[in-house]
């Protein structure tokens, strides 16, 4: 939902509730038409409910104003942008050295012999254990790394507080001097002058509350909206980085467990730069979030409702 559009409603909901509440007035002073009806027998017909009321009151309109700071939302683009990680398997044959061991018959030590009349040293042989390079060859798949350029854009809410007045123009009800055959119900005749004030109070008191939580319920659903489109992005971002980092440690041991020295090492420093790109991104989206949820506190916080 756009900030346009959030306007429009919050403004159509101030409309609606004031309707509401002008339409339950007229039923509170209907109620208590009726009431008067039942204590006087002379009184007019119950459907004319305005004569029954201007026949026992002076009634008089009080224009009373409800005040409140209504939010105004603009949106500014915002655009995060980024490079996502694309990994692609490919088979590839290694060679490379490992130390190895084999036994090499050498000469250990040397005995004398005699042979006529001279002494002759021959040697005594044994098999030597002897460390050498062995060329080892393996086939595997090794990640190759590419990346996608991509962007995130989404609609950061401005927030404006634009100070409203609703004016309402309410009855007060003023008793008429009666006449002689209704003035010993004058006690109840003020009862239900007193109960319509009394339940008009109520209902401008429910005004506040119902304009408090209406617009407070949409600015809610603006932003949900909002946050939601976000946490989708973020949901993207992650699998494509977890697929990334996956692949790479799967690599990474099985060239371990073949000893593949070089090619481990390469792959490790491929693995800490994607670990810190994707930390770094998550940062990134996370703060636009708690950007977001700010706007939302204060236009919160500052819907107060008086009058």
């Not at 603009?74 to 692609?88: A, C, G, N, Q």
């Not at 429910?206 to 949901?235: H, N, P, T, V, Y």
């Not at 491929?270 to 708690?290: F, G, N």
Request: glycine content about 2%; hydrophobic content about 40%.
């Amino acid at each position: 939902m756009t900030g346009e559009n959030s306007n429009a409603v919050i403004q159509q909901k101030v409309e609606e509730l004031r309707a509401k509440f002008e339409a339950r007035v007229q039923a509170i002073r209907k109620k208590g038409a009726e009431q008067l009806g039942d204590i006087s027998d002379d009184a007019p017909d119950p459907s004319d409910f305005e004569a029954m009321l201007n026949l026992t009151f002076d009634v008089k309109w009080k224009l009373t104003s409800i005040k409140f700071d209504v939010p105004q939302f603009s949106m500014e683009r915002e655009t995060i942008k980024f490079d996502v990680p694309e990994v692609k398997m490919k088979t590839r044959e290694l060679k490379f050295d490992v130390p190895a061991t084999r036994m090499k018959r050498t000469c250990i030590a040397k005995k004398p012999e005699f042979h006529g009349l001279k002494v002759k040293w021959t040697c005594i042989y044994a098999d030597v254990p002897e460390p050498y390079m062995k060329r080892v060859s393996i086939k595997t798949d090794i990640p190759e790394f590419s990346s996608k350029r991509m962007e995130i854009k989404f609609d950061k809410p401005v927030v404006k507080m634009d100070r409203v007045e609703i004016k309402l123009h309410l009855p007060q009800f003023y008793l008429k001097k009666l006449d002689a055959q209704i003035e010993g119900h004058k006690e109840k005749i003020e009862d239900v002058a007193a109960d319509m004030t009394s339940e008009i109070s109520s209902a401008q008191t429910e005004l506040k509350s119902s304009l408090q939580s209406e617009i407070g319920q949409e600015i809610e659903l603006m932003f949900d909206a909002l946050r939601e489109s976000i946490l989708k992005e973020r949901a993207n971002v992650e699998t494509s980085y977890n697929d990334a980092i996956g692949k790479t440690k799967s690599a990474i041991r099985i060239l371990k467990e073949n000893n593949a020295v070089d090619e481990v090492s390469r792959l490790e420093g491929e693995l800490a730069k994607l670990v810190t790109d994707y930390r770094q991104l998550l940062i990134d989206l996370d703060a636009a979030l708690e950007e977001m949820n700010a706007q939302q506190h204060e236009a919160l916080s500052s819907l107060k409702i008086s009058g």
